[in-house]
C-alpha cells in the first residue's frame, strides 16, 4: 500500500509514527527517513531510539526549509536523504518504508514528483510507503491507495501559544 497523510492540520508525522509502530508490533521491517527534521530529535524519534531499536530511522534534513540561510544546503541534504529513502525503498530489505516530510522536496523542487512516482512503481512487492507533508500532489494522491488529510481546526499557536514538548514536538 502507498498511504498518504497531508493537509494542513497537526499529527501527520504523529499518525506516519503510529502506522511504524503497528506495523513493528506485528514483526514487519521498518525504516523511517526525516526529511525536514533537521538535527533536534522529536519526541517520536527519541522514543524510537529509547524503546524500539529495531526501527532504522534517519534524520536527513538540515532543518525547516522556509528557515534556511543556505538553500543550496538545504538541496544538498534533501537530495542524500532522498538518495536514502530510494536505495531503502528498493533494497527488498523493509516491509515499510516511512518518508516523512517528503512533499516539502517536491514542492521545493529539490526532487520531481515524477522521480518519486518511479521508484514507487518499481518497489519490490510487499513494500509499504507511508508519505507525509502538507499539500501532496496530485500524481502521488493519484496512486495511492489510502490519503488522509489533516484539517486544521483550530491551533493553540493562533492564540500565540509556544509549541509544547510532549505534544508538538
Known amino acids: 500500500m502507498i498511504i498518504i497523510n497531508t493537509g494542513n492540520g497537526k499529527g ?3 499518525a506516519a509514527f503510529g502506522q511504524a509502530l503497528r506495523a513493528s508490533g506485528q514483526n514487519l521491517r521498518v525504516v523511517i527517513i526525516q526529511f525536514i527534521k533537521g538535527a533536534w530529535q522529536t519526541g517520536e524519534t ?3 531510539h ?3 531499536p529495531h526501527i532504522e530511522i534517519h534524520i536527513s534534513g538540515t532543518g525547516f526549509t522556509w528557515e534556511a540561510e543556505n538553500k543550496q544546503e538545504v538541496i544538498e541534504a534533501g537530495r542524500e536523504g532522498w ?3 530510494r536505495g531503502k525503498i ?3 530489505k523493509y516491509d515499510l518504508v516511512v518518508l516523512d516530510e517528503l512533499t516539502y522536496l517536491i514542492q521545493y523542487g529539490i ?3 515524477a522521480e518519486v512516482l518511479g521508484v514507487l512503481a518499481e518497489r519490490p ?3 509499504h510507503i507511508v508519505i ?3 499539500d501532496a500532489p496530485p500524481g502521488l494522491i493519484a496512486v495511492a491507495d489510502l490519503v488522509t488529510e489533516m484539517r486544521e481546526i483550530k491551533h493553540p499557536f493562533a492564540q500565540g501559544t509556544k509549541g509544547c514538548q510532549g505534544i508538538e514536538f
Do not use: F, H
Request: hydrophobic residues 30%.
Open 111 to 113: 526532487i520531481s514528483e
Open 125 to 127: 512487492p510487499g513494500t
Open 12 to 14: 501527520k508525522t504523529t
Open 46 to 48: 527519541k522514543a524510537v
Open 50 to 52: 529509547r524503546n524500539l
Open 90 to 92: 528498493l533494497s527488498g
Open 132 to 134: 507525509t507533508g502538507r
Open 83 to 85: 538518495n536514502l529513502a
